[in-house]
């Protein structure tokens, strides 16, 4: 297993336009988690995922967001009619369903809205 | 509502040890604290995590203080590979949410 993954890695999109980023978590890994990473930021939290239930989210997570996890595997994050202040890097993390374990996270998708 | 405090940056010489702190004051007796570093441009990457006793692991050393308000994250000998953002992070209690500060900027210099 080669870790998270996520795809695609880069993606300039209009705005106005929608996206869809998927990640893929490490295999028995039932928690995932979606992060956003604006320039000079930490990460910031976005949502989470127990299996297929979605269990958190942030206010940050507007209308046009939208993030599902069908199945309890692959997760895909939704934008729709993407606002320039969407342009970030956008992380997902995964980790096992035991108490103190760690989240490993992928190499991110950074979103250009121009 | 970061609960961890931490400088913003520090300097260390290669092939001194790094000494990154982190405060965590309210902690509750159950959080673990999290150590992640991020190289720009590249996700967070996992250093080391603890609850109470002190950890090692190949990476570095997390020793924290008795009465858990404190950590501190030891790069044995640090190499200009290990110039990063360093972030201490512990649980949203009641949540599973991991809120990242801004981190410490670590420079190793030559």
């Known amino acids: 297993d080669t870790g998270v993954s996520q795809d695609p890695r880069h993606k300039i999109t209009k705005r106005g336009q929608n996206v869809t980023f998927r990640c893929d978590p490490i295999s028995e890994h039932n928690r995932l988690y979606w992060y956003r990473q604006t320039l000079g930021q930490g990460p910031e939290f976005l949502t989470y995922f127990q299996n297929e239930a979605q269990l958190e989210k942030s206010r940050l997570l507007s209308d046009r967001f939208s993030a599902e996890r069908p199945k309890g595997s692959f997760s895909t994050l939704e934008i729709q009619r993407t606002e320039q202040g969407d342009s970030a890097m956008y992380l997902c993390?995964?980790?096992?369903?035991?108490?103190?374990?760690?989240?490993?996270f992928g190499q991110g998708t950074r979103l250009t809205v121009v | 509502d970061a609960k961890t405090t931490q400088p913003p940056s520090m300097d260390c010489a290669e092939g001194r040890a790094a000494n990154l702190p982190c405060n965590h004051s309210?902690?509750?007796?159950?959080?673990?604290v999290y150590w992640y570093r991020q190289i720009h441009s590249q996700g967070p990457q996992y250093i080391i995590h603890g609850l109470k006793n002190n950890e090692t692991n190949e990476m570095a050393s997390l020793i924290i203080t008795e009465d858990r308000k404190s950590s501190t994250l030891i790069l044995p000998h640090a190499t200009l590979r290990d110039t990063a953002v360093y972030y201490c992070i512990v649980r949203v209690t009641g949540t599973y949410k991991y809120i990242f500060g801004t981190g410490t900027r670590l420079k190793v210099l030559a």
């Open positions: 309210t902690i509750s007796g159950n959080e673990y």
């Open positions: 993390a995964s980790s096992l369903g035991l108490v103190g374990t760690e989240a490993f």
